[in-house]
């Protein structure tokens, strides 16, 4: 079991389609990633948020919008993605301090038709 | 660009220490080895990590050379559940939550009954 829950664990949308991401964690932890994952592949970084805000932008393309409500929730939105952008899609947490250890969730596996 | 390069897959016999190593040379002094496992439709899982000094928790033991240009993780009795994908990890940056996990390709690790 994880500790940290992410929504949908499956989604399979068209390219035009609007979609969002979900990911929650009641552990305190005041820093959020999320990650894309392609097959046979280690997790690459996109997003990273600290205290709420946005600390780490991977030069992520702007089809994918992150959004942090509040210190608990990370949200991913999705907009006009492509074929490529099908990938698991993780995210993770982890406390404050010099040395900290990431969390993860299980992913939702994203397919784009 | 990975930091740390890993054998691609290794076997291990049911019960027996698997000892799986990992290569740093260009690893910088602050720089921290972090050890995740991701096994077969699951979000990576922390295992361990060091600086310099050899590290044990009720997981693994992770063994860093002195020079800290190669690591070794010790799993002391592996089960058919430890078969995993197995990440060595470089984090970098400059403090708290701005630094990020830098992950190498892994090492598949087959443990046999």
């Known amino acids: 079991d994880t500790e940290v829950t992410q929504t949908p664990k499956h989604l399979v949308m068209g390219m035009t389609n609007k979609k969002s991401l979900k990911c929650e964690q009641h552990m305190g932890h005041r820093a959020m990633y999320w990650y894309k994952q392609k097959a046979k592949k280690p997790p690459e970084l996109m997003f990273v948020y600290s205290y709420e805000k946005l600390s780490i932008n991977e030069s992520v393309p702007s089809r994918f919008s992150p959004e942090c409500p509040n210190s608990s929730l990370l949200n991913l939105h999705l907009h006009a993605l492509q074929p490529e952008d099908s990938a698991l899609y993780l995210c993770a947490s982890s406390p404050s301090g010099q040395v900290p250890a990431e969390h993860f969730g299980d992913g939702t596996r994203l397919s784009i038709l | 660009d990975a930091k740390t390069t890993q054998p691609t897959s290794m076997d291990c016999a049911e019960g027996r220490a698997a000892n799986l190593p990992c290569n740093h040379s260009?690893?910088?002094?602050?720089?921290?080895v972090y050890w995740y496992r991701q096994i077969h439709s699951q979000g990576p899982q922390y295992i361990i990590h060091g600086l310099k000094n050899n590290e044990t928790n009720e997981m693994a033991s992770l063994i860093i050379t002195e020079d800290r240009k190669s690591s070794t993780l010790i799993l002391p009795h592996a089960t058919l559940r430890d078969t995993a994908v197995y990440y060595c990890i470089v984090r970098v940056g400059r403090a708290g939550n701005n630094r990020k996990l830098i992950w190498g390709l892994g090492t598949s690790l087959a443990v046999n009954p």
């Open positions: 260009t690893i910088s002094g602050n720089e921290y």
